[in-house]
């Protein structure tokens, strides 16, 4: 196992390179479609999250080391201690904390006046209709979380380990929403760092990263559901 700050930097890095090229590529692919590539957009969305899912296996594998199947097992094991209605409070404590925040932001951008920060992805481009809609529940709601948390708030974390609770929490918080910035819009990278401080908080609270895929499940799937609703 190499766990250090320069590790967990250089993991970053690979996964933001290697994020990149795949996003370039399955974007050059929907380009050759043509005029009709807005409908497989969906299934280009599945593709990549599995994709970067599997890079994260790939970079925790050979940059940490370890070996993933166990990682992974050891990683989402509740101590024996754990009370889980206590953990499943906060699960919706901070579900509904990072949603707030979220909305907060985009309400006071738009009373300001500054709806250029407001994002404006349509996520009902990238979700499947109809009985497909699975694979994107599936991809989002399950892959996604999972393989971030596992990277963001377990294996930086632990490379991380020689800064305190709070640095390591800040510093993968900031990372995580630097990974999310896409066209650094300022409200996504903003609320995104929140959801993730609040993210690393709970993990160190349980030693689990199994609250935090909760969490993280959860708001993909609202976001799925509102759009189904919306559309």
Not at 61 to 75: A, H, P, T, V
Not at 192 to 208: A, C, E, M, P, W
Request: glycine share 8%.
């Amino acid at each position: 196992m190499i766990m250090s700050i320069k590790n967990g930097i250089l993991s970053s890095m690979c996964l933001a390179s290697g994020g990149i090229v795949l996003i370039a590529v399955l974007g050059f692919a929907l380009r050759l479609v043509g005029e009709d590539s807005e409908r497989f957009v969906p299934g280009i969305t599945v593709i990549s999250t599995v994709g970067l899912a599997c890079l994260v296996g790939i970079i925790i594998y050979w940059l940490g080391k370890l070996e993933i199947s166990k990682f992974i097992i050891d990683e989402v094991q509740l101590g024996t201690t754990v009370s889980y209605s206590k953990m499943m409070g906060y699960v919706a404590g901070g579900l509904v904390l990072s949603i707030f925040v979220s909305t907060a932001m985009v309400w006071s951008a738009s009373q300001l006046g500054a709806e250029f920060l407001i994002p404006t992805v349509e996520y009902s481009n990238v979700i499947f209709d109809g009985p497909l809609i699975l694979l994107s529940i599936i991809s989002l709601a399950i892959v996604v979380p999972i393989s971030e948390e596992i990277f963001f708030r377990s294996y930086l974390s632990k490379n991380f380990y020689e800064l305190g609770i709070t640095s390591r929490i800040v510093l993968t918080a900031a990372i995580f929403a630097l990974f999310h910035a896409g066209q650094l819009e300022v409200i996504v990278i903003a609320s995104t760092f929140v959801t993730g401080t609040i993210l690393g908080y709970v993990y160190h609270k349980f030693n689990s990263v199994t609250p935090c895929i909760l969490i993280h499940a959860g708001q993909n799937l609202l976001v799925i559901c509102i759009t189904v609703i919306l559309n």
